[in-house]
Each structure stands twice: as structure tokens, then as C-alpha cells.
T-cell receptor
């Protein structure tokens, strides 16, 4: 079945370069989330989309991080001028949920970003 | 602020019961979740409990919720080697953003 997919699965980049991470949510899921999982830090919320708009960007760590979503589907997380502390696994999740009802978040396999 | 805490490691023998504990600070969490992360695999929802429930049982899994103490636990009966994974407790508030606040995860090791 078609789950959440992310690409690339691994990305190694040099400090100072820009990277783009892609998420393809489950078809029909209106909500999309980006999280970051760092060693010893657990999961950290980055940004939430409902449709194409992002009502909550509170988790983005700095202005080097940005994300967009188009057509209510694919989302791209962009990190500019990468730093070594950006190294982590970036996880995307999607959900059918609206409002305050129960909504399981379905996770993609993640993109492992390594900044040298 | 919102915070979810878990013990980091648990080791049990195959066939024993495992109990993974979680405490949270945000009492407005409508639902509380347990996610499982196996090596090399994505996060998967294991079970959840609605905040007005005390207990939920699902086959080998039992979730207990003590709202007064803001304590959540996951009991796995007859633990198997295939249960070895990292277990995350997560909650969210009832706001529209629905973002999940996560614990650091408990690494469960099941020894044969």
C-alpha cells in the first residue's frame, strides 16, 4: 500500500550547503508534520501543515529552515547553509485529522542528514 | 511548558511482562499515544488511550492512565524478542495544530 514516502533516504552534505528534503504524504491526508530526531534528543516538532498553509511553524529552529507544501500534497523542507548541528533524522508524518478528534499520524521512514 | 518524560532503558527476559512508564505535564492532552520504532523502520502507532479512560487493553498490551498523577504506562504481556524496539510516549493538546509532544523513548531489550 502507499504509505508516507520520503526522499532521499540518506543525505551527506558539506557544512554551508543547502539541502532539500521531500515528503509524499498518504493520498487524501490533509495534515502533514515534520519532526527531527536527533541522537539523545527524542523527536522534536518542526512544522505542521493543514492543506497548503502552515498554522504552526513554532518548531523551526532558525530562519535557515523553511518548508512549503503544494497542492495539498508534497512537502519540501529546506535547510540553508547547513551546520553540523543540523545532522539528524528528519521525519515526515501525515494524518487525516481535522480539529480535535483522534488522528493517527502515519510516519515515513525518514531522511538521515549528515553534515560534515 | 509541555514535557513528556520516560525512562531510557528497560531489559526483560523473554516471556516476562514489560512495563514502560511515562509522565507528562500538559493535562490538556486529549489522547495519549504509544509509538514503536524498530531498528531501521519508521515510527508506528502501537496503541492510544483517550484521556477520560483509566485503562485500555489490546491483546498483549495494556495501557494504564492515572490523570491525577499524569502518569501513563504500557504493559506488554509475555514479551517476545520481536518486541525489542524503542517505545515512545506522546501526547498532544486539543488545539488545532495537533502537534505531538514526545518523550525521549524507552529502549526495550528482550533477552532470550
Amino acid at each position: 500500500g502507499a504509505g508516507v514516502s520520503q526522499s532521499p533516504s540518506n543525505k551527506v552534505t558539506e557544512k554551508g550547503k543547502d539541502v532539500e528534503l521531500r515528503c509524499d504524504p498518504i493520498s487524501g491526508h490533509t495534515a502533514l508534520y515534520w519532526y527531527r530526531q536527533s541522537l539523545g534528543q527524542g523527536l522534536e516538532f518542526l512544522i505542521y501543515f493543514q492543506g497548503n498553509s502552515a498554522p504552526d511553524k513554532s518548531g523551526l529552529p532558525s530562519d535557515r529552515f523553511s518548508a512549503e507544501r503544494t497542492g495539498g500534497s508534497v512537502s519540501t523542507l529546506t535547510i540553508q547553509r547547513t551546520q553540523q548541528e543540523d545532522s539528524a533524522v528528519y521525519l515526515c508524518a501525515s494524518s487525516l485529522a481535522r480539529g480535535t478528534g483522534f488522528g493517527e499520524q502515519f510516519f515515513g521512514p525518514g531522511t538521515r542528514l549528515t553534515v560534515l | 511548558g509541555e514535557d513528556v518524560e520516560q525512562s531510557l532503558f528497560l531489559s526483560v527476559r523473554e516471556g516476562d511482562s514489560s512495563v514502560i512508564n511515562c509522565t507528562y505535564t500538559d493535562s490538556s492532552s486529549t489522547y495519549l499515544y504509544w509509538y514503536k520504532q524498530e531498528p531501521g523502520a519508521g515510527l508506528q502507532l502501537l496503541t492510544y488511550i483517550f484521556s477520560n479512560m483509566d485503562m485500555k487493553q489490546d491483546q498483549r498490551l495494556t495501557v494504564l492512565l492515572n490523570k491525577k498523577d499524569k502518569h501513563l504506562s504500557l504493559r506488554i504481556a509475555d514479551t517476545q524478542t520481536g518486541d525489542s524496539a524503542i517505545y515512545f510516549c506522546a501526547g498532544h493538546n486539543a488545539g488545532n495544530n495537533r502537534k505531538l509532544i514526545w518523550g525521549l523513548g524507552t529502549s526495550l531489550a528482550v533477552n532470550p
